[in-house]
């Protein structure tokens, strides 16, 4: 399971990591491994947390990553995960890591947040309860639990993502509103 992002104490890394642990210790999948890259605020206070929970022999921090050790890490990974907790702001956020993780086929489980749906449609798993990290954590081994369903969402996530995100299908729209500012 990877996450990338921004490690506040808005981003909800602290959900995942309870999700990690009730994966890993409720569940008894020692057999997980959750990769974590970036950097923030709550860096030091998040690895603190996996010790605490004891998931830190299953949970690696890597830091800011970008080009090729960045697309290594994404690419070690059978699912990406949107621990954002569900609020006003994130319910309409467009969370970048979404589209990335589509872009590396790689299915998303998060929270149900508008944005994130309409972005992702059928490449995620929508966990219900806004910032529950139980069902953040059965969502996520539901997904794992079926191979075939990963890769159709990390098929379907591709094409979406080159399909209506990429170059071809958005530059009549930013060219648009260009040429209405123009005006």
């Not at 949107?82 to 309409?92: M, S």
């Amino acid at each position: 399971v990877v996450y990338i992002g921004i490690m506040g104490s808005q981003d909800g890394v602290d959900i995942l990591l309870n999700a990690a642990h009730e994966a890993i210790h409720g569940a008894g999948r020692e057999d997980l491994r959750f990769l974590l890259v970036g950097d923030g605020p709550e860096y030091d206070k998040l690895q603190a947390l996996s010790r605490a929970l004891k998931i830190d022999d299953r949970v690696a921090f890597t830091g800011f990553l970008r080009g090729d050790k960045l697309l290594a890490a994404l690419s070690s990974a059978d699912i990406g995960v949107c621990p954002d907790p569900w609020n006003a702001f994130n319910d309409k956020l467009t969370m970048n890591k979404v589209l990335e993780y589509m872009a590396m086929e790689l299915p998303t489980v998060m929270f149900d947040l508008s944005e994130g749906r309409d972005i992702a449609e059928d490449a995620a798993v929508y966990a219900p309860g806004g910032d529950d990290p139980k069902a953040l954590a059965k969502a996520m081994l539901d997904l794992l639990g079926d191979p075939a369903r990963i890769k159709r969402m990390a098929e379907y996530g591709r094409k979406r993502v080159e399909g209506h995100f990429g170059w071809d299908g958005q530059r009549q729209i930013y060219l648009s509103a260009y040429a209405g500012l123009w005006r």
